[in-house]
Nanobody, 124 residues
Framework: QVQLVESGGGLVQAGGSLRLSCEHS????????MAWFRQAPGKEREFLAA????????RYADSVEGRFTISRDNGKNTAYLQMNSLKPEDTAVYYC?????????????????WGQGTQVTVSS
């Protein structure tokens, strides 16, 4: 069974940090570009960051560039999102996603695998 499971969300004060993890099962992890998205209530799902299959190339949304870092450990079949300098507007459900191709995409429709999401709440 193909599965992505996020963890690491929670409640943090503004200016704090969290590290999200995304563990996979049921597929060959290093065949997939991995990405993180988020969705706040009443808003569309937003691209945050993506990393290529080997972990050499990354891409970020302007809203998180310099604050968030995406990485992956193919030996552990896990992708990560390190989030620093968190702001209240970062509050959302965070999702990891997988795309079976070589291209690093930013639109949700390009990704065929999704986790269930993990809540991140940043208090002011």
């Amino acid at each position: 069974q193909v599965q992505l499971v996020e963890s690491g969300g929670g409640l943090v004060q503004a200016g704090g940090s969290l590290r999200l993890s995304c563990e996979h099962s049921g597929f060959t992890f290093n065949w997939y570009v991995m990405a993180w998205f988020r969705q706040a209530p009443g808003k569309e799902r937003e691209f945050l960051a993506a990393v290529d299959r080997r972990g050499f190339s990354t891409r970020y949304a302007d809203s998180v560039e310099g604050r968030f870092t995406i990485s992956r450990d193919n030996g552990k079949n896990t992708a990560y999102l390190q989030m620093n300098s968190l702001k209240p507007e970062d509050t959302a459900v965070y999702y990891c996603a997988g795309h079976h191709d070589t291209s690093v995409e930013v639109v949700p429709s390009a990704y065929e695998l999704w986790g269930q999401g993990t809540q991140v709440t940043v208090s002011s």
